[in-house]
């Protein structure tokens, strides 16, 4: 948004937190970051405002610019929809005057709710078709030994998501080592703000690990398989055809909570993106308990050395792309936005 010409009046991007624990433990950050807030918006009295995912954040936001009369478009709507779209839908009904979700089956749920929805597709299709091409080229390469192998890492964009994967990540790819592999091993850097997070867990590592500070696509054209946190990051590895196995750790309260309280085990068939495209488990998922070193090596070198998994894969990418949309997906929305919900008043 910087380089789009945004001021960028506060920064926290660096310390997003996921799950209750780490709220908590952010909370002052949080509430002084909503202090500031409400004095931007009645000082400036903005035409519109636009919260972006983050419902920790965005929501307390969103109440403030409403009570301000400033209308509210959430972009990147939560994850709630999936275990309790009744909730979802009232409580964006509640904080949000239009709503514009990333896939197709949360847009079907918000339209039946009659909710004010704006769906064009993926917004992050557009980056993706210009950075791999609206047909990747890259086929899946056979291999019939997993020598020489490049392995990349993509444990996350937030601070707590990197200290509980990355060295589990670091691990795995040692037992990955000793079944005979020499792999070359790549770690994304999501921020420049993140690099002594990761070179902190790389300093207690034995072997030479590259960090990729040049986005995902460097690493992923890289990698023969990719071990990756939950997240945008899977559907570049779906552009890029790079086989991965997605993970995804809380803390243990969130877990609890999450499993106990809200009962989500029954109600969440998958949690990677490319599985919720398509419908289908297309790419292995790991959650809590299940993240571990020896976990992590077994699926990576399934898909090092199956080339009928690695086909499936790929296939199963296939189909995930053809969902997403087509390209142009951001400026269809922002002509939508500007047609139908002029920023002049909130609408009620």
């Keep these: 948004m910087r380089e789009a010409g945004v001021e960028v009046r506060l920064d926290i991007t660096d310390r997003g937190t996921v799950g209750w624990f780490d709220h908590w433990r952010d909370l002052p950050r949080y509430l002084s970051a909503l202090r500031f807030w409400r004095h931007e918006i009645w000082d400036r009295r903005p035409g519109a405002v636009m919260v972006i995912d983050a419902p920790g954040i965005s929501f307390p936001f969103a109440r403030i610019a409403r009570a301000a009369g400033v209308p509210v478009t959430y972009f990147v709507t939560p994850q709630t929809w999936l275990w309790n779209p009744d909730g979802a839908c009232k409580r964006l009904r509640r904080h949000a005057d239009v709503v514009i979700p990333t896939l197709e089956a949360e847009a079907s749920i918000y339209e039946r709710a009659r909710l004010p929805v704006i769906y064009e597709g993926h917004p992050a299709l557009d980056d993706l078709v210009a950075t791999y091409g609206d047909r990747p080229d890259q086929q899946p390469r056979s291999r019939s030994s997993p020598r020489a192998t490049g392995i990349g890492l993509v444990p996350g964009s937030r601070r707590h998501a990197i200290r509980r994967l990355l060295p589990i990540m670091l691990d795995a790819v040692d037992l990955i080592d000793s079944e005979g592999a020499r792999p070359r091993v790549l770690v994304g850097l999501a921020a420049t703000s993140l ?23 460097p690493l992923l054209r890289a990698s023969d398989v990719v071990l990756a946190s939950t997240g945008g990051n899977l559907l570049e590895a779906v552009y890029a055809d790079a086989p991965a196995v997605a993970c995804y750790r809380v803390d243990t309260m969130t877990h609890a909570i999450a499993r106990y309280g809200m009962r989500l085990d029954g109600r969440l068939s998958a949690f990677a993106l490319p599985n919720l495209v398509a419908g289908e488990p297309i790419v292995p998922e790991l959650i809590q308990a299940e993240v571990t070193a020896a976990n992590l090596a077994a699926h990576a070198l399934r898909l090092l050395r199956d080339d009928g ?6 296939e199963g990418y296939q189909r995930v792309r053809s969902r997403l949309g087509r390209p142009g997906v951001n400026g269809r929305i922002a002509e939508r936005l500007l047609r139908d919900w002029p920023v002049t008043g909130a609408s009620r």
């Design 195 to 217: 690099r002594d997070e990761i070179e902190r867990h790389l300093a207690r590592c034995r072997r030479p690990v590259e960090v990729v500070a040049e986005g995902l696509a």
């Design 309 to 314: 998994a690695r086909r499936a894969m790929t």
